[in-house]
């Protein structure tokens, strides 16, 4: 039985955890079980019907207890994951979703930008990640 992450104080600053959800399972793949505060859980992807419908009819805050509880079992509680939003292309969209402000039939102060390139935006990117972004999630707002 493992216990949960170390405390920040405790845990250098180059051990973080991986964000990708198979490296992290990995980690834990020889792993029988965790157990904390009356709670036990361990990485799987095996559930049965009968499980997943007894999880569902729990009370939502014994749900969110033992989900919360499951959680810091495996993430450092007071880690925070800092992500990057990159807007590769900015205004001027022929779509017209009714709700969005970046459709070409409105009159809006937003600069267009045109779309980036490839390299600009692996630059941006490896730009987020060193200034300490753990994600970098590239969108059109157009």
């Not at 709670?39 to 499980?51: F, G, I, L, P, Y």
């Amino acid at each position: 039985m493992s216990s949960p992450p170390p405390p920040p104080a405790t845990r250098k600053e180059t051990s973080r955890l991986p964000n990708d959800v198979h490296e992290r399972n990995a980690i834990y793949s020889n792993e029988e079980k965790r157990s904390m505060s009356g709670v036990s859980a361990t990485v799987r992807h095996d559930w049965t019907k009968q499980e997943i419908a007894e999880i569902y009819t729990l009370p939502f805050h014994e749900l969110m207890y033992q989900a919360a509880t499951v959680h810091r079992m495996y993430w450092n509680p007071s880690e925070v994951q800092q992500c990057t939003l990159l807007s590769i292309k900015t205004n001027r969209c022929t779509e017209d979703c009714g709700y969005c402000s970046q459709s070409t039939r409105y009159k809006t102060f937003v600069k267009p930008t045109p779309t980036m390139k490839v390299q600009q935006v692996l630059e941006a990117a490896q730009r987020a990640k060193n200034a300490g972004s753990t994600r970098v999630k590239s969108g059109m707002r157009m």
